[in-house]
């Protein structure tokens, strides 16, 4: 294998951490909703929320991402391939985010809960400076680990005709017949990109953990 | 509804039935080889040697830290560029989509699987080994009568979850041609233009076999919770 080919290769696998990024961050703030609508008292909310993350950890993302692609442009949004498979990817990582943060703020002792409350802060200000902190410091390791298990995922896309790693090792493997070194040499980036990300998993711990006990 | 019925009551419901069933035999099948596999890593990496554990543990970050669709890709399409020689003759890892597919979710399965059995040993309590040892239990009993009953309630919750994440795997292998249930389906989408439809309805299915597997792992989970034992 060459070295054109593996830039190539390095060219497509930013297109992979564009989407995957992309998908994480706006998977975020859906999870944030997703989660307050699992612990809200409103039953309706709650079911909603329950729905949601039971569909789509429910559900293989290969079809989650077929379905959305073919059903947007029957509603009538003709999005491209790219847009929908990042509506694929961050609907399916905000319900595992969901799940995870509603798991974190769970586990958030009551008694800081309480302490905050006799202090005199405000619910928004107990939520602010205590739940949220703790709930994030608890959940760090596991959002990490969705965040590579999201990358993995996003080869998932190519089959929507997005250009992305998986796509660029395909159409190369089949004109090259060098499927080997070249699915190979995928694999190792994404190896390096997931590395790449638990290590800032781990110093992102590190640093939440400065100066609590 | 009517047009549904005609679908699994024509000639089409023996395709999606055929593919139902291959999406099953792979799920089992290559869940039962990953956990097997799984066990046998997780307890080399404990009792083996350390260049054994550093191997294994090499095979175990290369296998989570990659794409399963590249792993299928790399084992169906590199496979037949993999020779070995012997002396005269050499064997190619040619395989069909169905044996490249099974033969790539066990490797999948296993590196995961051992994960879940490595931090099961961790949690087991010293202190229940050491009790074994005193009361004469020999090294296989301890493993039979101690570690393997306290371990499976602590690693089941996670077995279920795996287990799950196998079953939505199986759906990666439609992509090598693997004729299960998404392929099949598939099939007839593209034929009837009925995307939308099937991929619905391949939601459904797969989303009432998570619910079912998941009600059957904390009906397990109930059942042997006699093993559970306080943590100290």
């Known amino acids: 294998m060459s070295w054109e080919l593996f830039r190539l290769l390095v060219e497509a696998s930013g297109f992979t951490i564009l989407y995957s990024a992309a998908s994480i961050v706006l998977g975020f703030f859906l999870s944030a909703a997703v989660c307050a609508g699992m612990l809200s008292q409103n039953r309706a909310a709650s079911t909603a929320g329950r729905l949601f993350v039971s569909f789509f950890r429910g559900t293989p993302l290969l079809i989650q991402l077929l379905l959305i692609y073919y059903l947007l442009p029957q509603i009538g949004l003709n999005v491209s391939s790219s847009v929908a498979a990042i509506i694929g990817l961050s609907l399916c990582t905000a319900a595992y985010q969901a799940e995870i943060l509603r798991g974190g703020f769970q586990s958030v002792p009551r008694g800081l809960v309480e302490a905050a409350d006799m202090c005199g802060l405000s619910a928004l200000a107990t939520f602010r400076r205590i739940r949220l902190p703790v709930a994030v410091r608890l959940t760090l390791p596991a959002l990490t680990s969705e965040a590579i298990m999201i990358i993995k995922s996003s080869s998932l896309i190519s089959v929507v005709g997005v250009v992305e790693l998986t796509t660029m090792a395909k159409d190369l493997a089949s004109s090259t017949y060098q499927p080997l070194p070249i699915f190979a040499a995928a694999g190792l980036i994404y190896l390096i990109i997931n590395l790449v990300v638990a290590g800032f998993g781990l110093t992102a711990e590190r640093a939440a953990r400065r100066g609590h006990a | ?232």
């Open chain 2, 1 to 232: 509804m009517t047009s549904l019925l005609g679908y699994v009551t024509g000639p089409d419901g023996l395709n999606i039935l055929s593919g139902l069933i291959n999406t099953i035999i792979l799920w089992l099948v290559g869940s039962a080889f990953g956990a097997v596999i799984g066990f046998l890593i997780a307890v080399a990496r404990r009792y083996g040697p350390r260049p054994l554990d550093l191997l294994l543990l090499g095979y175990v970050e290369v296998i989570r830290g990659t794409p399963f669709l590249v792993q299928a890709y790399l084992l169906y399409f590199g496979g037949p560029y993999l020779c070995a020689g012997f002396g005269e003759t050499s064997v190619c890892l040619t395989l069909d989509p169905f044996a490249a597919g099974l033969l790539g979710l066990s490797i999948y399965g296993s590196a995961y699987y051992s994960e879940l059995f490595r931090t099961g040993f961790d949690a087991i309590p010293r202190g229940h080994i050491e009790a074994a040892t005193t009361v004469g239990l020999d090294r296989l009993q301890t493993l039979r009568r101690i570690i393997l009953p306290e371990m499976t309630m602590l690693v089941l919750p996670s077995m279920v979850n795996m287990t799950i994440l196998m079953l939505k795997e199986t759906a990666v292998l439609s992509i090598i041609s693997v004729k299960e249930l998404k392929f099949q389906v598939d099939i007839i989408g593209n034929r009837d233009y009925a995307f939308v439809e099937s991929f619905t309805i391949l939601a459904l299915v797969y989303w009432a076999l998570v619910e079912i597997c998941g009600a059957l792992g904390r009906a397990a989970e109930a059942r042997l919770s006699r093993y559970r034992f306080a943590h100290s």
